[in-house]
């Protein structure tokens, strides 16, 4: 699950991460005020799951409280884009107003799970402000890493690696170090998958603070963490995304033309190349999980059918715990319940999976059966062009 950029910064703080000074402001009055309590200049930062917020107009630096306001204005309410959102952009609906530092270097520094190492691995750069992806692209020996064997944690001296590693000294280092074993801590306890802070900055005076900060949870460890569920924000997700989960369903939106039910993610992903090595593109895959019943098809129906760019659908369904014959009669029921005016092809493997071709193909409802993998693609493509 993903948070806003105050969110974050919120629960770094209780562990000891040092953040700016700052605000949620939802109206541009709201957002004078806090920059009025600030004092000075401040920083009006554009709340959205995304990055590149700057260069699209997202982060501004106002001289004064007036200003701050002006610019609240401008961005609540703006459809932000960003090389992270699309073309289509996210719709700004809340501002953060924080203080301005005074900077003197600007680092990046995050944890993720390197699970070619089956370990945490905290990376550092001094190239901070800028796409990790491109450091590590272009620049790669400017990234420091530090992996982590979980039994023991992060341990002070990886931590003093890190920070000599970005060229830190005297009180920036002591800082640092507090710093670096908060940020685990958070991480830990808070069953993160993902956190980073880009850029890490050390004011003039030695602090180090997070300027930015993002933070991703693990999805499987949520329900150790009921408070979490208020930070969801559904304005932020794809709408097919969060209809779907309210059945239990996983959906992934794409850009292709093809609707895809699966179940399993292995076979989603089987599923959309062999769509591909046929000629077309996926447009979602949803999957239905292991134990498909009609008001699970009849529910994915729905949500794939609402994506307009669909212009067929491919159901690949293997029967390991569910018998193919029972899927079939739940397709059959559901497809009678909707109206559905696009082209439908199913192929259904395992057990009793010739009984179900029966079922669908004596059924009144106009759907082809694809007996191989390579012949339901290539019959779903074919319906489309």
Same mark, same amino acid.
């Given at each position: 699950m993903k948070i806003h950029e105050y969110q974050a910064k919120a629960i770094l703080k209780n562990f000891g991460v040092e953040v700016p000074r700052g605000h949620l402001a939802e109206t541009a009055a709201d957002a004078k005020k806090f920059a009025a309590e600030l004092g000075g200049t401040v920083v009006v930062k554009a709340q959205i799951h995304a990055g590149g917020r700057g260069k699209g107009g997202g982060i501004k630096i106002a001289k004064n409280a007036d200003e701050a306001e002006a610019f609240a204005r401008e961005m609540i309410g703006m459809n932000l884009v960003t090389h992270q959102t699309g073309p289509e952009g996210k719709e700004v609906r809340k501002v953060l107003i924080e203080e301005r530092l005074d900077i003197e270097r600007e680092f990046y520094l995050g944890i993720v799970l390197d699970r070619a190492q089956s370990q945490l691995v905290f990376m550092a750069s001094t190239e901070g402000g800028v796409e990790i992806e491109k450091v590590a692209s272009e620049t790669p020996e400017k990234i420091i890493k530090e992996h982590i064997d979980l039994a023991v944690g992060l341990q002070p001296f990886q931590a003093r690696k890190l920070a000599f590693g970005l060229g830190l000294k005297g009180e920036q280092?002591?800082?640092?170090?507090?710093?670096?074993?908060?940020?685990?801590?958070?991480?830990?306890?808070?069953?993160?998958?993902?956190?980073?802070?880009?850029?890490?900055?050390?004011?003039?005076?030695?602090?180090?603070?997070?300027?930015?900060?993002?933070?991703?949870?693990d999805d499987n460890a949520?329900?150790?963490?009921?408070?979490?569920a208020e930070l969801r924000d559904l304005h932020e997700e794809e709408p097919?995304?969060?209809?779907?989960?309210k059945y239990g369903l996983n959906y992934i939106k794409l850009d292709g033309v093809v609707g895809c039910m699966v179940n399993g993610a292995g076979l989603a992903m089987a599923t959309m190349d062999m769509i591909k090595?046929?000629?077309?593109?996926?447009?979602?895959?949803?999957?239905? !999980? /292991?134990?498909?019943?009609?008001?699970? %098809?009849?529910? +994915?129906?729905?949500?794939?059918? =609402?994506?307009?760019?669909? #212009?067929?659908?491919?159901?690949?369904?293997? !029967? /390991?715990?569910?018998?193919?014959?029972? %899927?079939?009669? +739940?397709?059959?029921?559901?497809? =009678?319940?909707?109206?559905? #005016?696009?082209?439908?092809?199913?192929?259904?493997? /395992?057990?009793?999976a010739e009984e179900a071709a029966k079922l669908l193909e004596e059924s009144d409802l106009s759907f082809e059966v694809g007996r191989s993998f390579q012949e339901a693609a290539e019959k779903i493509v074919a319906a489309i062009t």
């Open positions: 280092v002591k800082n640092a170090l507090k710093f670096f074993s908060a940020l685990y801590k958070a991480f830990i306890e808070s069953d993160c998958s993902m956190a980073e802070i880009n850029p890490l900055v050390v004011t003039k005076d030695g602090n180090v603070l997070a300027l930015d900060a993002k933070i991703n949870f949520l329900y150790r963490h009921k408070d979490f097919l995304e969060v209809e779907a989960s090595i046929a000629g077309s593109e996926p447009a979602n895959f949803l999957d239905v !999980g /292991g134990g498909a019943s009609a008001e699970t %098809v009849e529910n +994915g129906f729905k949500i794939l059918l =609402s994506d307009k760019n669909v #212009k067929a659908v491919l159901i690949n369904i293997f !029967g /390991g715990i569910v018998r193919c014959d029972r %899927v079939a009669k +739940g397709v059959i029921e559901a497809a =009678s319940k909707i109206d559905i #005016k696009v082209p439908v092809v199913v192929r259904l493997e /395992g057990t009793n």
